[in-house]
């Protein structure tokens, strides 16, 4: 009898050592996918390779659908639509750069090879450094020039040589090069710092900020109507063109306020709202569409921002929760299964006792007798 109940209890300490086990496994699953889920918390701003990716192909994809839809007042302006090589010939391999320093780019080629495709890379140096590798990474000292911001773009049909000194370009000044080659010839002791953008038509993109903002579709758009409405310059006149911006211009300004609304980007940028407000508005967007706008932006200043608590609560609910019932509903019928496992063994046990017991009985009668 001893050595049933010990027994017993033997297979009643290999179950409470499974269930711990199994209880410690679900633990550290748990911590585990809390340590892998927290960096999800705080989204990160810069561009992500597929960003940089999507951006090209709206930005493509949109200028082609601008061409479409005026094709028959450019055709019969143009004839040959050579003016407009992103739409008659489209870049079959784009290459994008992303600088983990400063700067991002994409250059569109324009090869004989089948299919189309898109090469993401990524540089330790800034990103004029891909253009010019032979610009001197010790600027200090340098006399320089400033480009500063402005409402429209600075033009430049032939290259600018850079012998000596930096050209600073700061962010919000865009410059657009309609020439062949780079834009920018640098030698000897001669640098350029890109904060603002540098297009060299049909050809290049960079821009001296990696932020999601900057790459977003919602500016590959607004980027390439830019690029659409330079390329249309003196091949329809300007009443075409300016109703192409009055057709496109607000409904992408206003998409992008929105977006910003959403982020919370104007609750302590009060001066960034006007701006963009003002923007749109010259945009001719209705009084319709900036009465709702402005009406969005002070309800969204009367409004509490969400706090760190809320955030995570709202996070753990969409992305932790159900994986957790999961496998707390898995946890428990594997224990469901393990206790009655355990029920059956001990019951087993214990219905082979009395018949062990009469097969010593009757060992030790034989002995006896033989005895």
Not at 183 to 198: D, E, K, M, P
Not at 225 to 231: G, Q
Not at 246 to 263: G, I
Not at 274 to 295: E, S
């Amino acid at each position: 009898m001893v050595s049933d109940n010990y027994e017993v209890n033997l297979v009643s300490f290999k179950f409470r050592r499974q269930k711990l086990l199994l209880t410690t496994v679900i633990a550290i699953v748990i911590i585990l996918s809390l340590i892998f889920l927290l960096p999800f918390f705080q989204k990160s701003s810069e561009i992500s390779n597929d960003d940089l990716s999507s951006y090209a192909q709206v930005y493509l994809n949109q200028y082609r659908s601008f061409v479409e839809d005026y094709y028959s007042q450019l055709s019969s302006a143009q004839g040959n639509l050579s003016n407009f090589p992103l739409y008659v010939s489209y870049p079959n391999y784009i290459v994008g750069i992303i600088s983990r320093t400063h700067g991002a780019a994409l250059f569109f080629n324009y090869s004989q090879m089948t299919g189309n495709k898109i090469d993401i890379k990524e540089i330790s140096n800034p990103i004029e450094y891909y253009i010019y590798p032979s610009m001197p990474l010790n600027m200090s000292g340098l006399p320089w020039v400033l480009v500063k911001h402005a409402d429209t773009d600075y033009v430049l049909d032939s290259p600018v040589s850079i012998p000596y000194g930096l050209l600073y370009v700061e962010s919000g000044a865009n410059l657009r090069y309609t020439g062949l080659g780079h834009a920018f010839n640098i030698t000897n002791f001669g640098a350029i710092a890109i904060f603002g953008s540098l297009i060299e038509e049909n050809r290049m993109i960079l821009k001296g900020s990696k932020e999601k903002e900057d790459w977003s579709t919602t500016q590959a758009r607004l980027d390439s109507l830019s690029a659409f409405i330079s390329d249309c310059q003196g091949i329809i006149n300007e009443s075409v063109i300016d109703n192409i911006r009055t057709t496109y211009e607000p409904s992408f300004l206003l998409n992008k306020m929105l977006t910003r609304l959403k982020s919370g980007e104007y609750r302590n940028n009060p001066w960034l709202f006007t701006q963009d407000y003002q923007k749109l508005q010259q945009a001719g967007a209705d009084n319709t569409t900036l009465a709702k706008i402005q009406t969005d932006y002070i309800n969204m200043q009367e409004t509490e921002p969400p706090s760190l608590v809320n955030i995570v609560w709202d996070f753990f609910v969409d992305h932790i929760l159900g994986g957790m019932l999961f496998g707390t509903i898995l946890g428990g019928l594997l224990v469901s299964w393990l206790s009655k496992r355990r029920q059956k063994n001990i019951k087993s046990k214990k219905q082979a006792t009395p018949a062990t017991g009469i097969a010593q009985a009757h060992s030790a009668n034989d002995e006896k007798k033989k005895g």
